[in-house]
Nanobody, 120 residues
Framework: QVQLVESGGGSVEVGGSLRLSCVVS????????MGWYRQAPGKQREVVAT???????EYIDSVEGRFTVSRDNGKGAVYLQMDRLQPEDTVVYYC??????????????WGQGTQVTVDS
């Protein structure tokens, strides 16, 4: 069974930095799109950043220029470098991966979530 293991959340002061990591464990044929999402209490989960197999990255406007998503296909990992953090970035972050457990099959897998808190 494929699982995503997240790490790297925590508390930081305004303007500080954090780096989130997410590693895919288990057996799979191929990892496709990887990304980071966040969800505030009572709100829907929203995409923060995604990265394709060809390293094409996209970001929501509010994090453009502050956050950087990257992936290591050899390790089955995706990262989110978060710089110049602001109080509005305080929320639970989830990694999400679209992968192929076998040829011609795809599935979405989610991490357990990691809390990021930015103290003003």
């Amino acid at each position: 069974q494929v699982q995503l293991v997240e790490s790297g959340g925590g508390s930081v002061e305004v303007g500080g930095s954090l780096r989130l990591s997410c590693v895919v464990s288990g057996r799979y044929f191929r990892i496709n799109m990887m990304g980071w999402y966040r969800q505030a209490p009572g709100k829907q989960r929203e995409v923060v950043a995604t990265i394709t197999t060809g390293d094409l990255a996209e970001y929501i406007d509010s994090v453009e220029g502050r956050f950087t998503v990257s992936r290591d296909n050899g390790k089955g990992a995706v990262y989110l470098q978060m710089d110049r953090l602001q109080p509005e970035d305080t929320v639970v972050y989830y990694c999400g991966v679209n992968l192929s457990p076998g040829m011609g099959v795809t599935q979405e897998v989610w991490g357990q979530g990691t809390q990021v808190t930015v103290d003003s």
